[in-house]
Structure formats: structure tokens, C-alpha cells
């Protein structure tokens, strides 16, 4: 008989591990850990000082111990309140490995298993093929090879669908890649897979969290709700770069993807999560999940590539990044939004050491250079490296040649544009399946995109050229100009509108609705 699927798993993970670990591996002593605070306290104010971010939040645990929490900067740029140990953050997709131990909790309690079929506790949901509808388990989703591409279920949350709509029209997507055969990074894949382990437990994936984790753990100010978030006023409010000023410029509301980015904790909190998982289940004297339903959580199943910056071999588990570094196996996990969020979990388990930050801003590589600084501090005596420049580097890169190479083409309008034809040629009502109507209305001497449930999205069309409009549909990136091109029909009205932003899986066009 075949070994199961997570078995093979873990046989990889301590394989990988063997293969990959220093062969005189070093152990460090809580002396040598807690003389590297001063140091990195100094490096965490300097950042702040230095306009790095505008507040950070540090935890750090060494053998079941909280051996550090602090808090640097402010909530929010331009007012006075501090950042501490206690200040709420948004995750972002660090949420991904806290909801694995939450299906983990499941996993231990018997409610479900890894290799769960999602059929089977979740009939209702639907990849686009039959084969793969019926075979995809929580596993599958939890490492992203379902086949669904990275930015399946995306365009919809932008748009305001709420996350039954956006599980129930994943179907309409092709797949990017062969069932099992490709990882491609889904914040919407991971979330079917936690929503449908949490159904047997006959609660909502939010409840389920609280009773499975956040209350065991006393992680009091730890919620799945973007609700529970606004009610702190102690919490860090997201930031973005304006004319070279961190600026509070945009709220966001990741519910709809919730166990992939909807996670709001702080410091004090995470540090009890990373004791539980440097204890494999273990809390204190308690196992509270047992160990092998959480051990498979830090398999390297999926193979990255190498890490951009330390260039160290790098998997992806259920949730969790897992790296062959300088120091042995790393269990992390990064989290953004690019409305104002950078958040960090690095973990040594054999070490026992783990570090977490959290930052209120974004694009920033502040997180990994300071936990890399830490790990430089305790296992070199001083940073080997400046590793938050090299990170700023990519992170850069993310945005500035796309924004250029938008601008070269829309940023300037044709000396000699064809003129449009007369604005109710391109007005009505537009659909698919997927992104369901888009309506094209006159208002103002000009045209108005509106987009998602009840035209809540509303954007004016800019014309460029002839039958070529240009949009701006990003708040966060207000300079970045999309394409919205219309096909004209033979009785001189348009027949359909392609909308570029939206068309990554092919599901940008929309046909006129007679």
C-alpha cells in the first residue's frame, strides 16, 4: 500500500533536513540570545529614526521563554501614540501560518485530516476541471498545488465580493498549472482550504480560530475579524510612501480572505503562538495539539527556488515558508499588504529560537533585515550584512518598472488620438461569469466604469484613442493607468470590453448584455 500522502511528507522534510543541515550544527546559549538585544533594540530604533517605517513591534521567544517584546515609532505618522508590545497590527499573510495551526488544532481533535478531500467536507466547492474538483484536499490548498493561479479570487475581493461569492466562481478559472504539478502562491486557494476543515466542526472558520487557538493560548487581543481589529484603539494603522512621506492613506478589510490575510494580533500575542510552535503542539506542560498533526505543517512539500536575497533552498509546507539557511532549517513566513503592511515570523526550531516582526508600512524589507541582524547577532556577535537595503532593492523592483513601463505607454496621450465615438456607443451593461456586470454609464460629459456588486467600484474612463480609455483604479498606487479597450459591433456600438487589470486568468472580457 502507498504511503499516504503526509507521511511521504514528513520522510521528505527529515531527508531535506539531513541533506541541508550544517554538519556541525551550532547551539547557542540564552546568554549569547539575550546579549544580542541591546544591539538589535538599537538597530530597531535606528529605523524608526531614520524614517525606516513609521512603528515596529518585536517578540522573541528562547525555550519557551519570552525572552524580549517591544514596541518602536508610532501608530500612525503624524500622531504621538507609541507602538508597544500590545499595539495591534494586520498580518497580512502571515495569517497563513497561524491559520495552519489552527487546522492543525482540527487535525488533533479529529475533526478532519490533512488529507481531508474537499469534496467530502466542502461539496459545494469547484476547481475548474471534474478530476481535480474531486481529488484537491486541504493539503493540496494549504501548499497552493491546486493548480489555481496566484491571483485567482483577488480581482473579486478588489472589487467588494464578499467570500462566498469569490469560493463559488473559482470554477471559472482555468488552472495556471497540472494538478499537483505547479505552486503558485493563492491567498483564496488557502482560504477553501481552511473554511472547509473548519465545517465539520459546524462553526464559522472566525469561531473556530478563537475557540482552537486564540483562547487556549490567552492571545486576548488575536482575531480573525476585521471588526475586532477596529475595535482596538491601540493599533497600528497601515501606510504607504506619498511624495516620500509615510502616509496613513487607506483602510483594508481582508475578511473576505481571511485565513489567508485576515489574522489581526500583536506582539504579546505571537509570542505565545511561536511557544506553541517551537513546541510542536506543546504549551507550557500541555500538549495541546498533538504532534503529528502539527509536525506535517513544517514539511517542505513544494519546492521555491531559492530565497532572492539569502539565496538559501526554500519549500513551502501547509502554511508555512521553509528554508535551508546559515543557521538550519527556518520555519517563516512573511505577510504584506500593499495598502501599508510588512509583518515576519522567522523561527529556529532547532534552536528554539524564534523572532517576529511586525511593521506598519509598505513596500519596506524592514522585517527580514532585522530578524536576519538578530540571527547575525546571536550566532556571529554582529550583522553580517544590510540585509533591509537588499530587500528594499526587490521590493522596489515589484513596482517602480511596472509603473514605468504603464506610463510609457498611457502616460501620455497620442499627438493626434482618433476620436472616440459618440459616448452612448460604448454605454450599457457588460458580463461574465466570473466578474459577473460591469456597467458603462455617462455622467458628466464623459464615461464611468462600475464595477463589483451594485457598481459599488466606480472609476471614470479617461479617453486615449479611439476606442481605448485609460482608468486608475489603484488607491494605493494612484499614477498606475489600466487599459479598458472596447470592440465596436457592426451597428457602430461596442460588442464587448476588455479591462486590462482584470484579465490575468483571461476573465477580463466582458460581453455586451443585450
Known sequence: MPLPTLLRAVMLALAVSLLFKPAAAETVTRDEVIAALPELTALAKQTVADRGVPGLAIAIVYKDEVVYLGGFGVREEGKPDPVDADTVFQLASFSKPISS???????????????????????????????????????????????????????????????????????????????????????????????AAAKPAGKSWEDVAEEKLYKPLGMSSTSSRYADFLKHANRAELHVPVDGTWTALVKRDPDPQSPAGGVSSNARDLAQWMRLELGNGKYGDVQLIKEEAIAPTHA???????????????????????????????????????????????????????????????????????????????????????GTAKWNVLFDSLFGPALEAAKKVYGTTPASPAPALPLASYAGTYANDYLGDAGVVEEDGGLVLKLGPNGVKSCPLKHFDRDLFIYYPDEEMPDMPYAVTFTIGPEQKASQVTIDDLNNDGQGVLARVK
Not at 170 to 182: C, D, M, T, V
Open 101 to 195: 495551526t489552527v487546522v492543525a488544532a482540527l487535525v488533533s481533535d479529529g475533526l478532519v485530516t490533512w488529507d481531508s478531500r474537499i469534496a467530502d467536507v466542502d461539496p459545494t466547492f469547484q476547481l475548474h476541471d471534474a478530476y481535480p474538483t474531486e481529488q484537491v484536499t486541504v493539503t493540496d490548498l494549504f501548499n497552493h498545488r491546486s493548480g489555481l493561479s496566484g491571483n485567482a479570487g483577488n480581482d473579486l475581493e478588489s472589487l467588494g465580493f464578499d467570500r462566498d461569492t469569490i469560493l463559488s466562481r473559482i470554477h471559472y478559472l482555468k488552472p495556471a498549472s497540472s494538478f499537483r504539478a505547479g505552486y503558485a502562491y493563492s491567498n483564496f486557494g488557502l482560504t477553501e482550504g481552511a473554511v
Open 300 to 386: 517542505p512539500i513544494m519546492d521555491r527556488g531559492k530565497n532572492p536575497v539569502s539565496g538559501a533552498p526554500s519549500f513551502y509546507g501547509l502554511g508555512w515558508s521553509v528554508e535551508f539557511g546559515r543557521y538550519g532549517t527556518v520555519w517563516g513566513h512573511a505577510g504584506a499588504f500593499s495598502q501599508g503592511a510588512r509583518t515576519l515570523v522567522s523561527l529556529l526550531p532547532s534552536e528554539q529560537l524564534g523572532i517576529v516582526v511586525l511593521a506598519n508600512a509598505f513596500p519596506t524589507g524592514v522585517p527580514e533585515g532585522l530578524a536576519d541582524s538578530f540571527f547575525d547577532l546571536v550566532f556571529a556577535g554582529a550583522p553580517t550584512q544590510d
